[in-house]
């Protein structure tokens, strides 16, 4: 495999049709009409990931709490599809680089799959998913430096070895599982809520959930683009700062330290993708501060929400966008990531 290289599928899926969904099968494989998938391996790689419930937070906000999840994050939905195709394809072992969930969650599909994996995470990595991690048999490689480094520095690895990088970023069977995200919301709510709030830290669910909308556009299911809204970090923003200066390309920053590990990515690999979404949909990109996240993780918290930082953020950012457009009604935002994996708790 090209080492990095950021494939696409060349895949049409067919018209979305709700009656053609697999109801018999309480998984997000009761979308596989819909998804790339080549034959049933699927089935012996599934851990029942996807279903995760859609709860009112207040009168404006509803959460699709994805950290309902086997690994405890909306990583599965990739990782379950990606593991599936590896093994579909004869391939035994494999090298990610993670900021931890990911790892988490391709380490025990690799382990429910029968096939062995190395996980590269950057220094300062929550011990808990390192934990995690080590228990489903995979080697753990901790890398020093920050996020980016621990990518270069696994895919010089994986070049030099020649093993199979099953990577979030770079292979696009992992997109075929983030875009059950959208379809499953629109299966429960039987319609699109007018705002999506999404975090971006390397954009995989930002760039499932807008494959699965322009499908369910294209397919007749939604009459306009719902207004997306991108979070990154206040210490990490790559694409915020792109889209604000209608530039043409994600110019690399270096991040600063943040409660939100899962979107500490300063050179995001599929900027040019996300920035063309932004472009064509005029997404808006906005921050999140520390000090909202925190304050959202308490929010959660008091209302029964055990959620990590990088979760939080998405609220942290939904706050921020009703300070700049005013009160927003009707937003779907992700609950992607548990607190029990987290090593921060103590503004609870
Ligand atoms: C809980 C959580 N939310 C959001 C993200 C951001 O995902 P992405 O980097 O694919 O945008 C991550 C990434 O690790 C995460 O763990």
Request: charged content about 25%.
């Amino acid at each position: 495999m090209n080492v990095g290289g950021l494939w696409q599928l060349d895949d049409q899926p067919p018209k979305f049709d709700l009656a053609q969904i697999g109801e018999g099968e309480w998984s997000q494989y009761r979308y596989r009409q819909f998804m790339a998938i080549e034959n049933d391996s699927w089935k012996e790689v599934s851990l029942g990931e996807g279903m995760t419930p859609i709860v009112p937070f207040d009168d404006d906000v509803l959460l699709k709490l994805d950290y309902c999840m086997p690994t405890l994050s909306f990583k599965d939905r990739g990782a379950a599809t990606l593991i599936a195709h590896c093994k579909s394809i004869g391939v035994d072992h494999v090298v990610e680089d993670s900021s931890g969930n990911a790892g988490n969650a391709i380490a025990a599909y690799c382990s429910r799959a029968g096939m062995t994996c190395e996980i590269f995470v950057p220094e300062g990595t929550s011990a808990k998913k390192i934990q995690m991690i080590r228990s489903h048999g995979a080697k753990v490689h901790i890398v020093p430096g920050n996020r980016d480094r621990c990518a270069d520095l696994c895919r010089k690895r994986v070049k030099e070895e020649g093993s199979y990088y099953a990577s979030h970023v770079c292979n696009p069977f992992f997109f075929e599982g983030t875009k059950t995200y959208i379809y499953e919301a629109f299966e429960q709510l039987h319609r699109i809520p007018k705002y999506i709030l999404l975090p971006v830290g390397n954009g995989t669910l930002f760039l499932g959930v807008m494959q699965g909308l322009e499908h369910l556009l294209e397919s007749g299911c939604i009459d306009y683009m719902p207004q997306i809204i991108g979070v990154q970090s206040e210490h990490c923003d790559p694409v915020y700062k792109a889209v604000k200066a209608q530039a043409e390309k994600v110019e690399e920053v270096k991040p600063g330290p943040s409660l939100a590990e899962g979107i500490a990515i300063g050179k995001p690999m599929r900027g040019h993708e996300i920035l063309g979404y932004a472009r064509k949909y005029g997404v808006r990109f906005v921050h999140a501060t520390e000090k909202e996240i925190a304050g959202s993780m308490a929010q959660f918290a008091k209302q029964g929400i055990y959620c990590e930082p990088t979760a939080a953020a998405n609220y942290a950012g939904y706050r921020e966008y009703c300070r700049l457009y005013g009160r927003t009604h009707d937003c779907l935002i992700p609950v992607c990531g548990s607190g029990l994996k987290s090593d921060y708790s103590h503004s609870l």
